[in-house]
């Protein structure tokens, strides 16, 4: 069983950058395909950004593409993302999640691990 805990969020001004962590417990991380997710208010959750285990392969939604970067230390446990360019409409929570299968979904229900969240707010 895997705990994912995030940190780094915050408020910034649009424009600006932030990066987020999420680091796990257990001793299956290195096993997993890692995503990032986020849901504003009154809004479905959806796709950021993921991972495979080996950081061969990553895949980001449309409106990460060019700002958003995501990377992991298996040796820390831990996945990243690096939010640069910020807009306000990137405001909202971002989940960490996992998957014990070896190709990367963009789909909430693929993946059975979640972080509890961290909040990012953009201001304008």
């Known amino acids: 069983q895997v705990q994912l805990i995030e940190s780094g969020g915050g408020m910034v001004q649009a424009g600006g950058s932030l990066r987020l962590s999420c680091t796990a417990s257990g001793r299956t991380f290195s096993s997993l395909v890692m995503a990032w997710f986020r849901q504003a208010p009154g809004k479905e959750r959806e796709f950021v950004a993921g991972?495979?285990?080996?950081?061969?392969?990553?895949n980001y939604g449309e409106f990460a593409k060019g700002r958003f970067t995501i990377s992991r230390d298996n040796d820390k446990n831990t996945v990243y993302l690096e939010m640069n360019l910020l807009k306000p409409e990137d405001t909202a929570v971002y989940y960490c999640?996992?998957?014990?299968?070896?190709?990367?979904?963009?789909?909430?229900?693929?993946?059975?691990?979640w972080g509890q969240g961290t909040q990012v707010i953009v201001s304008s």
């Open positions: 991972i495979t285990w080996s950081s061969l392969g990553t």
């Open positions: 999640a996992g998957r014990n299968r070896p190709t990367i979904a963009t789909e909430v229900t693929e993946f059975g691990y």
